[in-house]
């Protein structure tokens, strides 16, 4: 059995996430294993969010699920190009409406979003999503891989070795992880664009382009100048295999580092989102350079609406719609998934640094306004 490094509190695991976590470090093939702060039991496969590990020659194409190349991109405006506060009753219908043109797939349901958050220096638009239809199309293909390799191997596993993949296979695979980083860079820069036509950000507005929604921003460079604003564009991806020669990198539900790069750690809808990078090149080696990709489900999103419902007082719940009413429906409620992405829904943040020492803070953003799809 491999060695788990547990860069979270071990005893906070709960057991049935603790039994994944070490069901899977006595897998053949698996080197080395480790645990993050944000970890959590995954009901749909064996081996639970918030865990990266490494393996060589052969790969467990099937642990990410079918969120394959799910990741969050932010793009940061220097607050000396703002103007004025956000105005949730003038633009948030209608920045609700535009995202929905700005790609085909949309953001997907679960703890996926598009916000606008802030500090004191700078504005972020900040897009957590992943491949979509696309992920769950590669996600089929791998489990066909390893029907097949378990043919060849005279019984059922969930590996297959790095020579059963062909060349067309991996040009594939990372043609999807590229597919939703293009997707949440266009989630970006379209809301970027939105809030210079809406007259939020100082710009060239003579510049922008009458039909930008069902455009393609994909090649534009991640700092750079658009209809003459300066922005930062940084993305991360928590949910792939990463080839490296014969060793393979699989992470679930962990942020992939790198060196000088920053990443976005969302911590709940209601606390907006840390930004954090490595304090040196290598300081996340021994971690597998990953961190967590969020501060981790505290209440299952059953128990999130139960304690919506039984534990928090009427004054809580009113003080919660007059801060997101925008997010109210017709009847005057949040719909459940709104409820389940609320701050008492998600661990305390603390955690992050205190068992994630190689990571430094760069920022803590606040929310402004947040959109969600609300299907599960």
């Not at 607050?79 to 004025?84: D, G």
């Not at 043919?151 to 596993?157: F, H, I, P, W």
């Not at 060793?247 to 000088?260: D, I, W």
Request: proline residues 3%; hydrophobic residues 35%.
């Amino acid at each position: 059995m491999s060695t788990i490094g547990f860069y979270c509190d071990p005893n906070s695991i709960e057991q049935n996430a603790l039994d994944q976590l070490q069901q899977y470090a006595g897998k053949p093939h698996v080197e080395a294993i480790r645990a993050f702060t944000d970890i959590h039991f995954c009901q749909e496969k064996a081996l639970p969010v918030g865990v990266a590990f490494t393996t060589k020659d052969h790969v467990y194409p099937l642990i990410t699920g079918k969120d394959i190349g799910c990741g969050v991109m932010y793009l940061k405006i220097d607050k000396a190009y703002w103007l004025r506060p956000f105005d949730k009753k003038e633009h948030y219908a209608a920045w609700n409406f535009a995202h929905q043109q700005m790609t085909d797939d949309g953001l997907g349901g679960g703890n996926h979003f598009l916000s606008i958050e802030e500090d004191d220096q700078a504005v972020y638009v900040i897009c957590h999503t992943g491949t979509r239809d696309r992920g769950i199309a590669l996600y089929q293909d791998c489990l066909q891989l390893t029907r097949d390799y378990s043919l060849v191997c005279g019984s059922q596993v969930d590996h297959v070795h790095q020579g059963f993949l062909t060349s067309e296979f991996m040009e594939y695979y990372n043609s999807i992880l590229r597919f939703g980083y293009e997707r949440r860079k266009n989630f970006c820069l379209k809301t970027f664009i939105f809030l210079q036509n809406a007259n939020y950000i100082r710009c060239n507005k003579t510049q922008i382009e009458k039909r930008y929604l069902p455009g393609n921003y994909k090649n534009m460079p991640h700092e750079s100048e658009l209809n003459g604003t300066p922005y930062l564009l940084e993305d991360s991806i928590h949910n792939h295999l990463r080839f490296d020669g014969d060793t393979v990198v699989h992470r679930k539900g962990s942020t992939e580092l790198g060196a000088g790069k920053t990443v976005v750690i969302p911590l709940s809808m209601s606390r907006g989102s840390l930004l954090v990078r490595q304090i040196s090149a290598d300081a996340g080696k021994e971690a597998l350079y990953s961190c967590a990709h969020g501060a981790g489900r505290k209440l299952s999103r059953f128990d999130a609406m139960k304690h919506w419902k039984t534990v928090l007082k009427e004054k809580e719940r009113k003080a919660y719609k007059l801060r997101f009413s925008e997010l109210l429906g017709r009847n005057g409620e949040f719909a459940n998934g709104y409820i389940q992405e609320f701050d008492f829904a998600y661990k305390e943040s603390a955690d992050i640094l205190k068992y994630q020492p190689y990571l430094k803070k760069v920022t803590q953003t606040t929310p402004v306004v947040t959109i969600k799809y609300t299907e599960i």
